[in-house]
């Protein structure tokens, strides 16, 4: 079992940053692949990231790719998603997930979440 909490969301202006924290329970951490997602209303949630536990492998969506960055520490159970240069699409509610397979980009693959964590971005 892993519990995830998210914190580090606000409302921040366009070109702005922001960093989100995951943190895990559970001794399995560095085992699992860590994902990102978000959501915005009336929307299906939509993958944003992820690193994988065997090799660290990190890939992105294309709409993040050159201003988010993922990161774990595995010492300290925590993946972050540092987010920069941020525009007002997005604005979501932004989940952090876990699953113990290798990789992953779809919701379905994740068997933990998080219960999410604001980010608005304002223009």
């Known amino acids: 079992q892993v519990q995830l909490v998210e914190s580090g969301g606000g409302l921040v202006q366009a070109g702005g940053s922001l960093r989100l924290s995951c943190a895990a329970s559970?001794?399995?951490?560095?085992?699992?692949?860590m994902g990102w997602f978000r959501q915005v209303p009336g929307k299906e949630r939509e993958f944003v990231g992820a690193?994988?536990?065997?090799?660290?492998?990190?890939y992105y969506t294309d709409s993040v790719k050159g201003r988010f960055t993922i990161s774990r520490d595995n010492a300290k159970n925590t993946v972050y998603l540092q987010m920069n240069s941020l525009k007002p699409e997005d604005t979501a509610v932004y989940y952090c997930a876990a699953r113990s397979g290798n990789g992953g980009s779809y919701s379905y693959q994740y068997n933990y979440w998080g219960q999410g964590t604001q980010v608005t971005v304002s223009s």
């Open positions: 690193i994988t536990w065997s090799d660290g492998r990190i």
């Open positions: 559970g001794r399995t951490f560095s085992r699992y692949t």
